[in-house]
C-alpha cells in the first residue's frame, strides 16, 4: 500500500504562483511514477505531469508545459507541483497518484491522494 496526502492548494489570482506536495509513505517507492491529475466540475481527471521516483524523468502536458514543473525530495519523500502563471482554467482539484507503470492514463493508477483544492480568480 502506498498513502498520498497532499496539501498546498488555495484560491490565487491569475499570474500568481503556487506549489503542491505530496507525502508518500508506506513502501518503497524505487519502482513507481508519481502523478499529478486534476479535474474540474464537470470534466474528466486529466493528466498534468508525472515524474519517475528513480531516476527522475518527467513529463508534463502540453497544457501547462513551460508554467508547471515537477520535482520529488527522495529523502523526504515529497513530489512537488510548482505552477507558475497560473491562469483561471487552472481551477481543478488536484490529485497526486502512484503506479509502477510509466503511463500518463488515470486509469492506470493504483494509489490516490485526497486531492487539494486550486481556485485561480480572474
Known amino acids: 500500500q502506498v498513502q498520498l496526502v497532499e496539501s498546498g492548494g488555495g484560491l490565487v489570482q491569475a499570474g500568481d504562483s503556487l506549489r503542491l506536495s505530496c507525502a508518500a509513505s508506506?513502501?518503497?517507492?524505487?519502482?513507481?511514477?508519481m502523478g499529478w491529475f486534476r479535474q474540474a466540475p464537470g470534466k474528466e481527471r486529466e493528466f498534468v505531469a508525472a515524474i519517475r521516483w528513480s531516476g527522475g524523468t518527467t513529463r508534463i502536458a502540453d497544457s501547462v508545459k513551460g508554467r508547471f514543473t515537477i520535482s520529488r525530495d527522495n529523502a523526504l519523500n515529497l513530489v512537488y507541483l510548482q505552477m507558475n502563471s497560473l491562469k483561471p482554467e487552472d481551477t481543478a482539484i488536484y490529485y497526486c497518484?502512484?503506479?509502477?507503470?510509466?503511463?500518463?492514463?488515470?486509469?492506470?493508477?493504483?494509489?490516490w491522494g485526497q486531492g487539494t483544492q486550486v481556485t485561480v480568480s480572474s
Open positions: 508506506g513502501r518503497t517507492l524505487n519502482n513507481y511514477t
Open positions: 497518484a502512484a503506479d509502477r507503470s510509466r503511463s500518463t492514463s488515470a486509469k492506470a493508477y493504483d494509489y
